[in-house]
């Protein structure tokens, strides 16, 4: 299980490099249920996981071009902003114990888990989506609509705060269609938001978790890895089928966890 738990690790950085998004959809499944460990706990190990691991590919896209600073920076006005008050004041305020119905306690695990599956299955219908369809490589340049950006920051804020996930499946259309990014440039852009957003996140963690530091940045090492491997199996695979394929797989696993934590416990 534990060899199965470390390729599952090496795949979030695999996924980002190359689809440039997905990874972090990984993350929390494979620390809970390969790992071993809380929910709660795996979202703010995600954070840094697939932080630190978005930095390394942001870093190999700024150096080719392919890197919106501006955009990045317009964006984490708003949402960087929500992820580091989420973590560091609203998921403290969350009880461990929600409420009880007959014979079944409805816990804070068993909510981020099935919030969790949730975002897995909506982006994975993204990625089953955006894979029929080829993605055009350059986009009309449009005029920066500042308050759009500010609400879908927040918004991405919000889903990074409370469940540890990146968000790339939303970032990536929201920067090609609204603010007219090309494809490739949109994925290097979302990966640096990514980066702040977890990163900054994180440090919001800091005081409330017990982290071990050893074994994060053994996983956060193999995923760094994973992202270079990813890197040079996209110039060979054609990057929208396996979106799709991705995609499904994603589904399947968000099915696995809604039944697994509400009709299996």
């Known amino acids: 299980m534990e060899t199965i738990a470390y390729i599952a690790s090496a795949l979030i950085g695999i996924s980002l490099g190359l689809i440039g998004g997905g990874g ?3 993350t929390v499944p ?3 249920y390969l790992f071993g460990i809380s929910p709660i706990l795996s979202t703010s190990y995600s954070l840094f996981i697939v932080g630190s691991t978005s930095l ?12 919106s ?4 920076l317009l964006f984490g006005l708003s949402s960087i902003t929500t992820v580091f008050i989420t973590r560091k004041y609203l998921i403290p305020l969350i009880p461990d114990h929600l409420f009880t119905i007959g014979g079944f306690t409805l816990t804070r695990n068993i909510v981020t888990m099935v919030l969790f599956a949730v975002l897995m299955i909506v982006a994975a219908s993204a990625m089953i989506r955006s894979g029929n369809k080829t993605e055009p490589n350059n986009t009309p340049e449009k005029e920066l609509h500042i308050p759009k950006l500010l ?3 927040i918004a991405i804020g919000l889903a990074t705060g409370i469940l540890g996930a990146g968000g790339g499946f939303l970032l990536i259309p929201t920067l090609v269609l609204l603010v007219g990014l090309p494809m490739k440039e949109a994925i290097g852009t979302s990966l640096l938001i ?6 900054i996140g994180f440090t919001g963690d800091i005081g409330h978790f017990q982290i071990n530091w050893i074994f994060l940045l053994k996983i956060t090492t193999i995923a760094i890895s994973g992202i ?3 890197g040079a199996l ?8 396996l979106k799709k394929g991705f995609g499904w797989f994603v589904l399947m696993m968000g099915s696995y966890i809604i039944i697994k934590e509400l009709i299996l416990k």
């Open 24 to 26: 972090s959809i990984l």
């Open 30 to 32: 494979v620390l809970v």
């Open 56 to 67: 390394v590919g942001a870093i190999s896209n700024y150096r080719k071009g392919l890197v």
């Open 69 to 72: 600073i501006k955009t990045a």
């Open 151 to 153: 609400i879908t920051g």
């Open 194 to 199: 990514i980066a702040l957003n977890s990163l």
């Open 228 to 230: 270079f491997a990813g």
């Open 234 to 241: 996209s110039r060979k695979i054609n990057g929208q089928k």
